[in-house]
């Protein structure tokens, strides 16, 4: 099995991507690298100061910018990675001698760094989930004080060729492999004399969407990015005569698509709940799995959920689509559980080590404060999790969402799952979700 993305979204695709998605979480860092190498010679001393700061991973040949704020919070220093309209805390940090080392929320990365200079910063952003850790290289600067955005892709200036690409696209991505897939693009536009032509959006696929990206045209180039301390993103595209755009995306480290796109505004994609179902002759799912607490088992069949409705969420706390999701569904079950609905979580984690999934899966459990029950599922992929869940005809995505009705019986299979990012897409997504819920209520 193969996996075309970082976030897991999507299974089934490009090998030039598997590295760059394939890198299983280990709570542990590399001891032998330096913090310009990005290993933790770790943490926070006097290099993070108060402001915003314009980040830089570098890979392929590229600059992947992104914007972050440093401030205090009761004394400590605290790091909010900004993402389009999110703003994302992160408040693990530590200090050995000149090195920074500032932990990326609940994904097993971080972005270790030192002083270069006055407001200069170099190190690395590294995952210590692979074989042999996966850096990139990392740069940032401090900017003058401003209440606005800053531009992803620094000082925009206006192509007065380049027609205005806000709206709704028709995307084909190819792979380095000749594999493509289908995508809708949607792009919002704004401009002013300071900051030139600003562009906010995404793209959804069928397994999911490529969240908050923000960048703007610099000359007659479009240029979005984003880092979420799982992803490091980079979409680039020029304009054709014909008003059609194509580009290239770089994934980290390694990874890279080219694009097509057409405006098109009715653009969709296929129902995401016929992407996937049960096998013939099969109702129910049946299976039995650790829970994240030493001793514990879940089952569908547990007298817990019987005569209730349940929902079971493949997900995994490497996967930033997965992470949307459960910040919609983890406030959502409090309100609703009284009404006779349950939740499970089946974790897939990038390790085969039971106890160390668990403890990744815990601690996603806390920071997210998830109330309802997760159990160690399998390791991160197609196959591990098609054969978790043999009664369905496959497993395509992280997130999969299943519903299964008072009898326990599968009514639905959910693949993917589009966030925030999405605008209005995320508001039918939750809007469905509702739907099939009260229905399964009713019954």
């Known amino acids: 099995m193969t996996f075309r993305f970082v976030s897991g979204r999507r299974l089934l695709g490009s090998a030039a991507l598997l590295t760059t998605l394939l890198t299983a979480c280990n709570s542990g860092g590399d001891k032998n690298a330096t913090?310009?190498?990005?290993?933790?010679?770790?943490?926070?001393?006097?290099?993070?100061?108060?402001?915003t700061w314009r980040g830089v991973l570098s890979a392929q040949g590229q600059e992947i910018p992104f914007l972050f704020d440093v401030a205090t919070d009761g004394g400590k220093p605290t790091v909010t990675l900004r993402n389009g309209e999110e703003r994302l805390k992160l408040d693990e940090i530590t200090t050995a001698g000149d090195s920074t080392t500032i932990r990326l929320g609940v994904f097993d990365a971080a972005l270790v760094v030192r002083a270069d200079g006055a407001d200069k910063l170099k190190g690395a952003w590294v995952k210590y989930d692979a074989k042999e850790p996966y850096r990139v290289a990392f740069?940032?600067?401090?900017?003058?004080?401003?209440?606005?955005?800053?531009?992803?892709?620094?000082?925009?200036?206006?192509?007065?060729?380049?027609?205005?690409?806000?709206?709704?696209?028709?995307?084909?991505?190819?792979?380095?492999?000749?594999?493509?897939?289908?995508?809708?693009?949607?792009?919002?536009?704004?401009?002013?004399?300071?900051?030139?032509?600003?562009?906010?959006?995404?793209?959804?696929?069928?397994?999911?969407?490529?969240?908050?990206?923000?960048?703007?045209i610099s000359g007659c180039e479009l240029r979005l990015s984003t880092f979420d301390g799982s992803h490091g993103f980079l979409f680039t595209a020029e304009q054709n005569r014909d008003g059609t755009l194509k580009g290239h995306f770089y994934s980290g480290k390694s990874g890279h698509e080219t694009w097509t796109a057409t405006r098109n505004p009715n653009a969709k994609l296929p129902d995401a709940n016929s992407l996937t179902g049960l096998k013939p002759g099969q109702k129910r799912l049946d299976f039995l799995f650790p829970n994240i607490?030493?001793?514990?088992?879940?089952?569908?069949?547990?007298?817990?959920?019987?005569?209730?409705?349940?929902?079971?969420?493949?997900?995994?706390?490497?996967?930033?689509?997965c992470m949307d999701e459960t910040n919609f569904l983890a406030p959502w079950y409090e309100q609703n559980?009284?009404?006779?609905?349950?939740?499970?979580?089946?974790?897939?984690?990038?390790?085969?080590?039971?106890?160390?999934?668990?403890?990744?899966?815990?601690?996603?459990?806390?920071?997210?404060?998830?109330?309802?029950?997760?159990?160690?599922?399998?390791?991160?992929?197609?196959?591990?999790?098609?054969?978790?869940?043999p009664q369905l005809s496959g497993v395509l995505a992280f997130p999969t969402t299943i519903f299964l009705d008072k009898k326990g019986e599968v009514r639905k299979v959910h693949t993917g799952f589009s966030g925030p990012g999405t605008g209005k897409y995320y508001e039918q997504e939750k809007a469905d979700f509702t739907k099939t819920i009260d229905q399964l209520l009713a019954e």
Do not use: H
């Open 35 to 51: 913090a310009s190498e990005g290993g933790p010679e770790a943490a926070a001393g006097p290099a993070l100061t108060a402001g």
């Open 139 to 216: 740069s940032a600067q401090k900017q003058e004080a401003r209440t606005g955005e800053l531009p992803a892709s620094g000082t925009l200036s206006v192509c007065a060729e380049a027609p205005k690409v806000d709206g709704t696209w028709d995307v084909t991505f190819k792979g380095d492999d000749g594999e493509t897939y289908p995508a809708v693009g949607v792009f919002k536009e704004t401009s002013s004399r300071e900051t030139g032509r600003k562009v906010t959006g995404t793209f959804l696929t069928t397994t999911g969407d490529y969240r908050y990206l923000a960048g703007g």
């Open 293 to 321: 607490y030493e001793g514990g088992s879940i089952s569908p069949t547990d007298l817990k959920y019987k005569g209730k409705v349940v929902v079971v969420q493949v997900l995994g706390s490497w996967c930033p689509n």
């Open 337 to 389: 559980k009284q009404r006779g609905v349950e939740i499970i979580g089946l974790g897939f984690e990038r390790t085969p080590d039971q106890r160390k999934a668990a403890e990744k899966l815990l601690k996603m459990k806390q920071r997210m404060n998830i109330g309802y029950d997760i159990a160690v599922a399998g390791v991160a992929n197609k196959d591990s999790a098609s054969k978790a869940l």
